[in-house]
T-cell receptor
Framework: AQTVTQSQPEMSVQEAETVTLSCTYD???????LFWYKQPPSRQMILVIRQEAYKQQNATENRFSVNFQKAAKSFSLKISDSQLGDAAMYFC????????????FGAGTRLTVKP | EPEVTQTPSHQVTQMGQEVILRCVPISNHLYFYWYRQILGQKVEFLVSFYNNEISEKSEIFDDQFSVERPDGSNFTLKIRSTKLEDSAMYFC??????????????FGNGTRLTVT
């Protein structure tokens, strides 16, 4: 079974600085998709960024980018120019390309942004 | 942009009572899901639903749980006899049709269930 591990329960960053959140996963599949979701205090689950495993190029969405290392099964999220509104729980998630049934989440990393 | 909507936003119930959590998925989506998040813990998969039947369920989804799509728009999660440990945030999600596994799940805002 696929597992997703986020080894940093909490992270802190100064406003305007850069922070990297770690995620590793375990799978025997070669084709899959990876996601980062943000959960602010409102408890919504908001998609931040996605990555297809067959793509070598790292995904980028404005201030958010990933470092996808397929061989190492690592999928870290980099937030540049951190803003106060970035403060939230961040969940890494894995989804099989073959099974449309579910998405597996990591335990989450709580990000605090200091003004 | 279309959204997944969930009602109520907060439900308080007594232990042993039945609750029904309601969701309206995005209208052209075909896959529906329920997830649970106990306070401070990870988001856990409960069940997926496709073509009017359960396609997969986790070990959490025992006989106390059931899902239904009673009409063309609603997707409900019923907990028959609630326990204290059922207190959690319950998220409904939906997804377009096959071949779109790279598309993210679209989550609702969740229903906070408190069992007293």
């Amino acid at each position: 079974a696929q597992t997703v591990t986020q080894s940093q329960p909490e992270m802190s960053v100064q406003e305007a600085e850069t922070v990297t959140l770690s995620c590793t996963y375990d799978t025997s599949e070669s084709d899959y998709y990876l996601f980062w979701y943000k959960q602010p205090p409102s408890r919504q689950m908001i998609l931040v960024i996605r990555q297809e495993a067959y793509k070598q190029q790292n995904a980028t969405e404005n201030r958010f980018s990933v470092n996808f290392q397929k061989a190492a099964k690592s999928f870290s999220l980099k937030i540049s120019d951190s803003q106060l509104g970035d403060a939230a729980m961040y969940f890494c998630a894995y989804r099989s390309a073959w099974n449309n049934n579910d998405m597996r989440f990591g335990a989450g990393t709580r990000l605090t942004v200091k003004p | 942009e279309p959204e997944v909507t969930q009602t109520p936003s907060h439900q308080v119930t007594q232990m042993g009572q039945e609750v029904i959590l309601r969701c309206v998925p995005i209208s052209n989506h075909l896959y529906f899901y329920w997830y649970r998040q106990i306070l401070g813990q990870k988001v856990e998969f409960l069940v997926s639903f496709y073509n009017n039947e359960i396609s997969e369920k986790s070990e959490i989804f025992d006989d106390q749980f059931s899902v239904e799509r009673p009409d063309g728009s609603n997707f409900t999660l019923k907990i028959r006899s609630t326990k204290l440990e059922d207190s959690a945030m319950y998220f409904c999600a939906s997804n377009p049709s096959t071949g779109a596994n790279n598309s993210p799940l679209h989550f609702g805002n969740g229903t906070r269930l408190t069992v007293t």
